[in-house]
């Protein structure tokens, strides 16, 4: 079921499939809530599956012109979902630049969370990951970074984009992924504003939250990433006191790339460890 919800930023449209303990997916820049699709389809029998689409890029109506585009003002919005729709006892799961954002939820909005789930993500020193640092120079010079996010019209702008993080790519899923921000200026605007606040001073700052967390958590990595270090999917496990689940024949999108083993691992999780209120 698809629902718009208001928020101080603007409307967002949120995705709810299914019925059992909630999970809550976040996703990262240049994608939207298909980046879990096939993730829900194996998880919506036996869990409440919310997917956000974020001003990241993707997303098909911009947000007000003032809005608070900042990873704390992302942060707020995958928060106000959360009370909107008066979850409770929410898993959150997060991949890519989502899992940044899911680490400052568990900073500043904690309370409607039961878990967490980080799959390979921006974190620490790393937000944004060398590999993506020069992307986030367009959110600085906005009339270039307007002018290459049009680009995304042509095949290989977009294959150029994508094949680094995902693995087994799909072009109609890819060409959906674009088209807001080649066709609307404000979408472009949108995302730009997010680039120009990315930091890792915020990462770094929530990394003693994620120690103070006490809730169960779980860190799900791929093997060999292109972008994120593995290193650093260690050292929040460890600052999660979380088990680490290496996974072999991915990129960093995970949940694209290998749907069935992410499930699994979700669905043992959530199962074994996560309490949920009766």
Avoid at 19 to 43: C, I, K, N, S, Y
Avoid at 44 to 72: F, K, Q, V
Avoid at 104 to 109: E, G, I, M, N, R
Avoid at 255 to 268: C, T, V
Wanted: proline share 7%; glycine share 8%.
């Amino acid at each position: 079921m698809e629902q718009r919800i208001e928020l101080p930023q603007g409307n967002v449209r949120v995705y709810d499939e299914g019925e059992g303990p909630v999970l809550v997916f976040v996703h990262g820049l240049l994608v939207d809530h298909t980046l879990w699709e096939l993730v829900v389809a194996r998880l919506s029998d036996r869990h409440r599956c919310i997917a956000i689409d974020l001003p990241l890029g993707a997303h098909r109506e911009a947000m007000r012109a003032d809005a608070d585009l900042t990873p704390p003002g992302i942060a707020a919005m995958v928060a106000g979902v959360m009370d909107a729709l008066d979850l409770r006892d929410v898993v959150l799961v997060g991949n890519d630049t989502g899992g940044a954002i899911c680490q400052l939820v568990v900073a500043s909005h904690p309370e409607r969370l039961a878990g967490l789930v980080l799959t390979t993500c921006d974190a620490y020193e790393h937000f944004p990951p060398p590999a993506v640092k020069p992307f986030t120079w367009l959110g600085n010079a906005p009339r270039i970074g307007d002018a290459l996010l049009r680009l995304g019209r042509f095949g290989p702008v977009r294959t150029a984009l994508i094949a680094p993080v995902n693995k087994r790519r799909s072009d109609e899923r890819i060409k959906a992924w674009v088209e807001p921000g080649v066709t609307s200026a404000d979408v472009r605007r949108d995302v730009l504003r997010f680039l120009a606040a990315i930091d890792a001073k915020y990462t770094v700052a929530a990394a003693s939250a994620l120690k103070a967390f006490g809730r169960p958590a779980l860190v799900v990595w791929s093997k060999g990433d292109r972008v994120f270090p593995l290193k650093d999917g260690k050292r929040l496990a460890a600052d999660l006191s979380a088990p680490l689940e290496v996974i072999d024949d991915t990129r960093t999108f995970i949940p694209l790339d290998q749907p069935e083993r992410l499930s699994e691992l979700i669905a043992g999780f959530v199962a074994e460890r996560v309490v949920v209120a009766a």
